[in-house]
């Protein structure tokens, strides 16, 4: 049998080739991992952001003396008890709702530009958390707002009223918000090229909250148990800002 002579360039060639392969593999399984590191870190930090500011005012504002005292009680109940710790993470004013927004988003923003040393990714991070901030406090603003002018100008705020004025403050809100920050971003940043952040599916849960917050600071019925689910809700706007890049802050 016949072998035809095989040069070194080719096997060189070869080896190059796949070489370079397998350069490219392992880079994007780094990047990969990378990737994988950095979304834990920053859902871990959105959270601790979004309850650990609220739960250290709430237990300087009396949680920390109930729960002592629920506890040392021997007739409380392991309901008493639950009900006692939870009141840690209790949102029902917006000050509450300030803290643990603006917690989530620090928290979000700093894993993320900490993992991240690209200067465009880490301006896209810095664009949504503007982003987040004022599409959760500018509707709640403007709906507590308004509720307090009703209240001064003597109208019982009833279901229907306060509906109306909910549904037009996360409206208007959410164009006020929009508008805002996108100058705010656009003065900061002064790119030629600027892109205005449009409106994204994703933001829905924003305003989700928006309006779970004006219900838990309203005193409706289960105000309380909607509190407690607003830092879960508000870490969402953390992890958005944390893991944003300039390919997705479009």
């Known amino acids: ?10 096997f060189k060639s070869f080896y190059t080739q796949r070489k370079e392969l397998q350069t490219g593999i392992n880079k994007k399984n780094k ?3 990378k990737k994988e590191a950095t979304h834990k870190l920053t859902v871990a930090a959105s959270l601790a952001g979004a309850f650990i500011p609220l739960m250290i005012y709430n237990a300087k504002k009396g949680s920390a003396d109930k729960i002592k005292d629920t506890f040392q009680k021997s007739s409380s109940t392991i ?7 939870l009141g840690l993470i209790q949102v029902s004013s917006p000050k509450q709702i300030l803290l643990s ?3 989530s988003i620090l928290g979000g923003l700093a894993a993320g530009i900490s993992m991240d040393k690209n200067k465009e ?9 503007i982003y987040g901030f004022a599409n ?9 707002g308004a509720e307090k002018v ?5 109208k019982e705020l009833t279901l229907p009223l306060r509906a109306g004025i909910v549904a037009a403050g996360v409206a208007g809100g959410m164009v006020a918000a929009n508008k805002i920050s996108n100058a705010v971003n656009k003065h900061i940043f002064k790119e030629e090229n600027f892109e205005e952040r449009k409106t994204k599916p994703a933001d829905i849960l924003i305003h989700a909250d928006d309006i779970l917050g004006v219900m838990a600071i309203s005193g409706v019925p289960f105000a309380k148990q909607l509190g407690m689910t607003l830092p879960l809700i508000y870490s969402h706007v953390g992890y958005e800002s944390g ?3 300039a390919s997705t802050n479009q």
């Open 1 to 10: 049998m016949k072998i035809n002579n095989v040069s070194p360039e080719a």
């Open 31 to 33: 990047e990969k991992t």
């Open 79 to 85: 309901k008493d008890k639950a009900k006692a710790a």
């Open 101 to 103: 927004v603006t917690g």
């Open 121 to 129: 990714n880490r301006n896209s991070k810095y664009k949504e958390a």
């Open 136 to 144: 959760c406090l500018v509707p709640i603003g403007l709906i507590t």
């Open 150 to 154: 009703a209240k001064n100008m003597g």
């Open 243 to 245: 893991t944003q890049t």
